[in-house]
């Protein structure tokens, strides 16, 4: 065996350790996505020739450059369409909570999210029942009647706490 490619192969991922930084987590719904629909650019440049002919002419030219790119992909104008719903998708979600929460309101952190979310209600499905019992709660409830044997998951008849001087019975012993 090798040692020395293993220790080399230890000593690389070692460094390799020293490099690497954590991934976080981002909000990607404010994020442009690069969108860019083009850019502008204005340059000078000035050029100096010599001659060193007989008379010694010299000559300067002086330009001024105007340059645009434009990017290939969607147009402009559904780009930045795309980004602007995109943020508004996560305003109205995000809106009932700043909404709902008033010292926002007082924080000038948040002036500009508080500004926007102003006039925004958001609307409530309001299919839940009253008892606030999920629909998987109300089918497991139904299932349960219809079959009072079974015993299911999540079930407090399942799980009993032993008594706390309660002694496990031994293994058996191995020949």
Not at 19 to 34: D, I, K, Q, S
Not at 69 to 90: F, H, M, P, W
Not at 143 to 172: A, W
């Amino acid at each position: 065996m090798n040692y020395y490619f293993t220790g080399l192969l230890i000593l690389a991922l070692t460094i390799l350790a020293l490099f690497v930084e954590p991934a976080y987590p981002r909000n990607e719904y404010l994020n442009e996505y690069g969108v860019r629909c083009g850019e502008m650019e204005i340059s000078t440049e000035r050029r100096d020739t010599d001659y060193n002919y007989s008379d010694s002419n010299t000559h300067e030219d002086q330009y001024l450059r105007f340059t645009y790119r434009k990017y290939l992909g969607t147009d402009c104008k559904t780009s930045k369409e795309n980004v602007a719903i995109k943020q508004q998708l996560e305003l109205m979600k995000m809106c009932g909570r700043v909404n709902s929460n008033p010292s926002l309101a007082l924080n000038e952190n948040f002036a500009l999210l508080v500004s926007k979310c102003r006039g925004v209600s958001p609307a409530r499905d309001n299919n839940r029942p009253d008892n606030s019992q999920s629909y998987w709660d109300e089918i497991k409830d139904s299932y349960k009647k219809e079959n009072p044997d079974v015993k299911l998951m999540g079930d407090k008849k399942i799980l009993k706490m032993q008594p706390k001087d309660f002694i496990l019975p031994l293994p058996k012993p191995k020949q």
